[in-house]
C-alpha cells in the first residue's frame, strides 16, 4: 500500500517513493487523483497552512507544527476519526464525508486534534 501526503500545499510526498510531485490548486488536485483524502487547516474558514492525506490510514499524526491547532477540515470518499493525542489515543469525534470550516463554532474540538485514522467508505 503506498501513502501519500500534502505537506503545506506545493507538494505530494510519496512515502513508498520518496519523492515529491507538485500539487495544482490544493484539495481540487486532490479529489482528482485520491479518492479518498483529509486535509486539515490551522486556521478557520479553510484558510491558512493546509495538510492533506490520502485516505485509508490505520493512524495518522499530524505534523508537530498542526498538533493542537487544527481550526477546519474536509473529508472526502472517507470515514475518519479524530482524536486529542498523537498515536490516535483519546477520541474526538468522527467525520463521515464532510467539512468544517468553523471548528470554534461548531463544539469544543477546536485546537485539540493531533492525530486521525481514516477508511475509504464512499
Not at 510526498?13 to 481540487?28: D, E, F, R, Y
Not at 478557520?44 to 481550526?71: I, K, N, V, Y
Request: glycine letters at 10%; aromatic letters at 12%.
Amino acid at each position: 500500500m503506498q501513502y501519500s501526503f500534502v505537506l503545506a500545499i506545493p507538494f505530494v510526498l510519496h512515502l513508498a517513493a520518496a519523492s515529491a510531485v507538485p500539487v495544482v490548486n490544493g484539495a481540487a488536485s486532490l479529489e482528482k487523483r485520491y479518492p479518498c483524502y483529509v486535509t486539515v487547516w490551522e486556521g478557520d474558514g479553510f484558510t491558512g497552512e493546509s495538510w492533506g492525506s490520502q485516505g485509508g490510514l490505520t493512524c495518522q499524526d499530524l505534523p508537530g507544527h498542526l498538533q493542537g491547532r487544527m481550526s477546519s477540515f474536509e473529508v472526502r470518499a472517507c470515514s475518519c476519526n479524530f482524536f486529542e493525542e498523537t498515536g490516535c489515543q483519546g477520541f474526538r469525534f468522527n467525520a463521515n464525508e464532510r467539512s468544517d470550516g468553523e471548528m470554534w463554532k461548531n463544539g469544543d474540538d477546536n485546537n485539540r486534534i493531533k492525530s486521525f485514522s481514516c477508511n475509504r467508505c464512499c
